[in-house]
């Protein structure tokens, strides 16, 4: 009984202490911040696009509606940065490092306003530098990277409507939902955490039967209507393509789910992922016990796009960077969670807050040997397995293209790859034309490159390890190999590229949906058409 007592009177002494020094506190956290910031924009500036971000740049430079693999936001973030900036590594990415930091700050006020102790507020805004998700990988320019912006500044919203009671606060939700519906599909995950903040609390029922959340409801739609007129003008092309991939049936594999799990644990911390994940539950359970409103948004907002994720593992392999919507409120909830066990003076609160502070800590080193090797490294650690070996060396490829191109008379360049195609059109700025033959669904509603520089010329294949041999089955072309090219990076050949000279055929950037040229991106068994199952 003492030795409790003693715990608990060391621990409110430290909660006091750290109190007296708040305002040092807060200075070394901000500093660390713009530190890590700084060097996340250094990554940015100087590390070469990975092909997504290449595909994305394409995009901006289209006056589309919305595409065909995501609604528009990620290209408007691009078409802005290279505005500023230029058509440059920086400005590709310049608007998802604002939008991160934006995240951090939102993030770390909604935790101020939940508490009333420094502790959490610096946990909210360190937590994300100390994962490589958010520390490194929130550098390159994803569709996630718009969406937790949104998504946090939605959350952040409703906070301040459950904590000021002032129902104008509604607006800006309808705002910020909207923007989020812009941003990436997945986002519909946090619709059961939405729900749970209006409908269970007692106190937040009333709204239903006041005009304001419809007022949102028609901001958001209202918002979201270039992606539906552009869905209905092509067949709900997009939706179809969406649904079709996550609902597709695949044998059940424990290597997938332990390949999430496992990426989990890289990219979020060998501490800290259990830590928030643990932390997140607790605040669940309390939350639904005290009917408080926004210990449940936060908690669900976090965990049921997580527990989707992890069912989808065990037939599908998980994106990298998709969980990036779960863990800044699963941090949130963490912050919330330390806060209230510090407060109760809980025996265990100094160990958990002890495990906390080791994480971050493990956590900032991983990204900084990240960072410097990314930037500085002259070795590829793991060879071709090594993630930024794999999507690097395409300057050299498209400069001997370009020279092959000259020697044999052609005008434009042919690929079925879309990284392939995406990379080539970066390194070479649209100087010739590149078109990808097949999967011509991608480019429903853009612009089709200058005829004049195709039609009955000859073209020259960029043919990788990624290609759809079969693509070309159909075409009747006529295809020479005139070269190779090696694509390397860092003494390690990733890949041998075939070159081709293509006469007799000019590619159909319209094919008709029964075309093997049109069907949808990875799906092998048909074109933009409801998939047989048999």
Same mark, same amino acid.
């Given at each position: 009984?003492?030795?409790?007592?003693?715990?608990?009177?060391?621990?409110?002494?430290?909660?006091?202490?750290?109190?007296?020094?708040?305002?040092?506190?807060?200075?070394?956290?901000?500093?660390? @911040?713009?530190?890590?910031?700084?060097?996340?924009?250094?990554?940015?500036?100087?590390?070469?696009?990975?092909?997504?971000?290449? #595909?994305?740049?394409?995009? $901006?430079?289209?006056?589309?509606?919305?595409?065909?693999?995501?609604?528009?936001?990620?290209?408007?973030?691009?078409?802005?940065?290279?505005?500023?900036?230029?058509?440059?590594?920086?400005?590709?990415?310049?608007?998802?490092?604002?939008?991160?930091?934006?995240?951090?700050?939102?993030?770390?006020?909604?935790?101020?306003?939940?508490?009333?102790?420094?502790?959490?507020?610096?946990?909210?805004?360190?937590?994300?530098?100390?994962?490589?998700?958010?520390?490194?990988?929130?550098?390159?320019?994803?569709?996630?990277?718009?969406?937790?912006?949104?998504?946090?500044?939605?959350?952040?919203?409703?906070?301040?409507?459950?904590?000021?009671?002032?129902?104008?606060?509604?607006?800006?939700?309808?705002?910020?939902?909207?923007?989020?519906?812009?941003?990436? #599909? &997945?986002?519909?995950?946090?619709?059961?955490?939405?729900?749970?903040? &209006?409908?269970?609390?007692?106190?937040?029922?009333?709204?239903?039967?006041?005009?304001? %959340?419809?007022?949102?409801?028609?901001?958001?739609?209202?918002?979201?209507?270039?992606?539906?007129?552009?869905?209905?003008?092509?067949?709900?092309? $997009?939706?179809?393509?969406?649904?079709?991939?996550?609902?597709?049936?695949?044998?059940? $594999?424990?290597?997938?789910?332990?390949?999430?799990?496992?990426?989990?644990?890289?990219?979020?911390? =060998?501490?800290?992922? =259990?830590?928030?994940?643990?932390?997140?539950?607790?605040?669940?359970?309390?939350?639904?016990?005290?009917?408080?409103?926004? $210990?449940?948004?936060?908690?669900?907002?976090?965990?049921?796009?997580?527990?989707?994720?992890?069912?989808?593992?065990?037939?599908?392999?998980?994106?990298?960077?998709?969980?990036?919507?779960?863990?800044?409120?699963?941090?949130?909830?963490?912050?919330?969670?330390?806060?209230?066990?510090?407060?109760?003076?809980?025996?265990?609160?100094?160990?958990?807050?002890?495990?906390?502070?080791?994480?971050?800590?493990?956590? &900032?080193?991983?990204?900084?040997?990240?960072?410097?090797?990314? @930037?500085?490294?002259?070795?590829?650690?793991?060879?071709?397995?090594?993630?930024?070996?794999?999507?690097?060396?395409?300057?050299?490829?498209?400069?001997?293209?370009?020279?092959?191109?000259?020697?044999?008379?052609?005008?434009?360049?042919?690929?079925?790859?879309?990284?392939?195609?995406?990379?080539?059109?970066?390194?070479?700025?649209?100087?010739? %034309?590149?078109?990808?033959?097949?999967?011509?669904?991608?480019?429903?509603?853009?612009? =089709?490159?200058?005829?004049?520089?195709?039609?009955?010329?000859?073209?020259?294949?960029?043919?990788?390890?990624?290609?759809?041999?079969?693509?070309?089955?159909?075409?009747?072309? @006529?295809?020479?190999?005139?070269?190779?090219?090696?694509?390397?990076?860092?003494?390690?050949?990733?890949?041998?590229?075939?070159?081709?000279?293509?006469?007799?055929?000019? %590619?159909?950037?319209? =094919?008709?949906?029964?075309?093997?040229? #049109?069907?949808?991106?990875?799906?092998?068994?048909?074109?933009?058409?409801? &998939?047989?199952?048999?």
């Amino acid at each position: 009984m003492r030795s409790e007592l003693d715990s608990r009177s060391r621990t409110i002494q430290f909660v006091a202490a750290t109190r007296e020094h708040q305002l040092s506190t807060l200075v070394i956290t901000i500093s660390a @911040v713009a530190i890590l910031t700084s060097v996340r924009a250094v990554f940015a500036a100087v590390v070469d696009l990975r092909p997504d971000e290449a #595909y994305y740049w394409t995009w $901006s430079k289209e006056n589309a509606l919305s595409f065909f693999d995501h609604p528009p936001m990620v290209a408007w973030f691009i078409r802005l940065g290279t505005a500023l900036f230029g058509d440059t590594p920086f400005g590709v990415r310049a608007a998802g490092l604002l939008a991160i930091l934006g995240m951090q700050l939102l993030l770390a006020d909604l935790v101020r306003r939940r508490t009333d102790g420094i502790l959490p507020v610096a946990f909210a805004l360190l937590a994300p530098e100390a994962t490589l998700l958010f520390g490194q990988m929130s550098a390159l320019m994803l569709p996630d990277v718009a969406l937790v912006f949104f998504l946090t500044a939605l959350l952040w919203t409703l906070a301040r409507l459950d904590q000021s009671r002032d129902a104008r606060w509604w607006l800006p939700a309808g705002v910020f939902g909207g923007s989020m519906l812009l941003s990436k #599909y &997945v986002c519909v995950l946090v619709i059961p955490a939405i729900l749970a903040f &209006v409908l269970w609390p007692p106190r937040n029922r009333k709204w239903v039967l006041t005009i304001w %959340p419809w007022l949102a409801l028609l901001i958001a739609f209202a918002l979201f209507s270039p992606v539906l007129i552009w869905n209905a003008q092509h067949d709900w092309a $997009s939706f179809k393509y969406q649904f079709a991939r996550m609902s597709g049936e695949n044998p059940f $594999s424990l290597l997938l789910l332990a390949q999430f799990i496992g990426l989990q644990f890289a990219l979020v911390g =060998p501490v800290l992922f =259990p830590l928030l994940v643990c932390r997140t539950l607790i605040l669940a359970v309390r939350g639904y016990r005290e009917r408080e409103g926004i $210990s449940l948004l936060l908690a669900l907002a976090a965990g049921v796009p997580f527990a989707y994720l992890l069912w989808r593992s065990t037939s599908l392999r998980i994106g990298a960077h998709w969980p990036m919507l779960v863990w800044p409120f699963a941090i949130a909830a963490t912050a919330i969670n330390v806060h209230y066990f510090l407060k109760q003076g809980a025996r265990f609160a100094q160990f958990a807050l002890g495990w906390t502070l080791a994480g971050m800590a493990i956590g &900032v080193g991983l990204v900084l040997l990240a960072f410097g090797y990314n @930037v500085f490294g002259t070795r590829a650690l793991f060879g071709k397995m090594d993630p930024i070996v794999q999507e690097s060396g395409y300057g050299e490829v498209a400069a001997k293209a370009v020279a092959t191109m000259q020697d044999i008379g052609a005008t434009w360049i042919a690929t079925t790859d879309y990284r392939t195609y995406a990379m080539l059109r970066w390194e070479l700025r649209d100087r010739v %034309p590149v078109v990808q033959i097949n999967e011509r669904s991608r480019f429903l509603g853009l612009r =089709p490159p200058d005829l004049r520089r195709i039609t009955g010329l000859p073209g020259l294949e960029v043919d990788t390890r990624k290609s759809h041999k079969w693509a070309w089955s159909s075409t009747g072309a @006529v295809r020479e190999k005139v070269g190779t090219a090696d694509r390397i990076f860092r003494g390690v050949t990733v890949d041998t590229i075939v070159f081709r000279k293509v006469t007799g055929w000019t %590619p159909d950037l319209t =094919p008709p949906p029964e075309s093997p040229l #049109y069907r949808w991106p990875n799906m092998a068994r048909g074109p933009l058409a409801p &998939v047989s199952r048999g």
